[in-house]
């Protein structure tokens, strides 16, 4: 859309040849033509080709991109083709006959479907507006909010159905959100006759804005309610049952819709955003589907090999272990990971960390210092041995 004003006064379907109803084949195909035929390579020093390449790279890069063409055809039929080569103008100025009346366009509040909508929203960016009339007349959308949840380990992992008790702005619960006295009601702004705006001339134009007299919102309160002032909204204490799906990641938001701030002028509520923090669990980790766990083994375990008992969220599985095991060693245990709502499955993964007795004595001490005597030419380091040796170590 911020491309607008500039296509008011060309005629891309007119520089491609090709019609308003052409298919994007019949768009690329006309553009490769025209391009190879005006190339400034192929026409070296020939300026009226170079003019023409640049037109046809224009038309091709809006008529090409469907939004682009989309918005390029809404303006194209709000101000018409009158003449040759471009949206014309007639009547030579903002109203007359056969001219567009802009004070006609501009000061449109409301169509059979609602509104301008998307064409006024346009008309807007065209001139510079950035929604003015527009936003008065649909009210004004009720803002997000934020809040955190903490919860256990197992819960982010298998799913839980938290209450929530919330104090935020909310629809006024002793006026109803309309802002009034009870008994009474608000009246119909005579200012804008309900619609939220006014209109006012600049030149030869014409521009909406918000009422003042009621704020854009279309109706007045005389008798403002006692507890929110008017305003149709109130801080109030409510309770929200948040389902939290499995496999929840830490910090990750929820977001239940229509659960925020309500909005002005009959317009749509705001969101709610869940904030989740996960408690560390004492014995397992997660990484991404996967759940993690880190077993302590004896060096006797994976030298001569064993079967180790480990458990999983809720049950247990068992682990064998190739003798020469080294240290470190991560093992995957399928599908004993965490599950999504989607179906999506991860796994288990056992790390295998060999545990070193802070002190030893006894017969334990004797076998190790005799394992020590009959280990003695095994370099358990070669690499670093080596280059030891060829710096002179």
């Known amino acids: 859309m911020t491309n607008a004003r500039e296509w008011i006064g060309k005629d891309f379907y007119r520089e491609l040849g090709v019609s308003s109803d052409a298919s994007p084949d019949e768009v690329k195909k006309a553009y ?19 003019q023409k390449f640049k037109a046809v790279s224009e038309a091709y890069g809006v008529l090409s991109d469907q939004e ?22 007639p009547g030579g100025g903002g109203t007359g006959t056969g001219g567009v009346d802009f004070g006609d366009i501009f000061n449109q509040t409301s169509t059979a479907s609602g509104g301008l909508g998307g064409l006024g929203d346009m008309l807007g960016n065209l001139f510079g507006r950035r929604g003015g009339g527009t936003t008065a007349t649909r009210g004004q959308r009720g803002a997000d909010v934020e809040t955190d949840v903490r919860i256990d380990f197992t819960e982010a992992v298998k799913g839980a159905t938290l209450p929530l008790r919330l104090s935020s702005p909310g629809a006024c619960g002793t006026c109803g959100g309309n802002g009034a006295k009870p008994g009474t009601s608000p009246r119909t702004c005579p200012n804008c006759a309900g619609s ?21 919102r279309g ?25 939290i799906p499995a496999g929840v990641d830490d910090n990750q938001r929820i977001r239940l819709a229509g659960q925020g701030e309500p909005g002005r002028g009959g ?14 669990h004492p014995v397992f980790g997660r990484s991404g589907n996967d759940l993690t766990i880190t077993v302590p083994v004896e060096f006797s375990e994976l030298v001569l090999g064993t079967t180790l008992t480990v458990p999983t969220l809720d049950a247990k599985v068992s682990l064998k ?12 245990v399928r599908g004993k990971g965490i599950t999504k709502r989607d179906g999506t ?48 170590a």
């Open 32 to 50: 490769r033509k025209l391009a190879r035929e005006n190339h400034p390579d192929a026409n070296p020093g020939n300026a009226g080709a170079e």
């Open 68 to 89: 682009k063409r989309k918005e390029y055809d809404e303006t194209r039929r709000l101000f018409g083709s009158g003449r040759p080569g471009g949206f014309g103008f």
């Open 196 to 216: 939220g705006l006014v209109s006012r001339s600049q030149g030869a134009f014409a521009f909406s804005e918000p009422c003042r007299d009621c704020r854009g």
């Open 219 to 243: 109706t007045i309160v005389d008798d403002p309610c006692p507890e929110c002032g008017g305003e149709g909204i109130s801080n109030r204490t409510r309770t929200l049952t948040v389902r």
């Open 267 to 280: 317009a749509a509520t705001g969101d709610l955003y869940v904030r989740v923090h996960v408690n560390p």
């Open 321 to 332: 272990v190739a003798p020469g095991t080294a240290s470190g060693r991560v093992l995957r």
């Open 345 to 392: 499955q991860g796994d288990l993964l056992v790390t295998l960390q060999v545990v070193i007795p802070a002190k030893v004595d006894g017969k334990a001490k004797a076998a190790l210092e005799k394992y020590a005597e009959s280990v003695a030419k095994h370099d358990p380091r070669p690499e670093i041995t080596a280059l030891l040796r060829d710096r002179g």
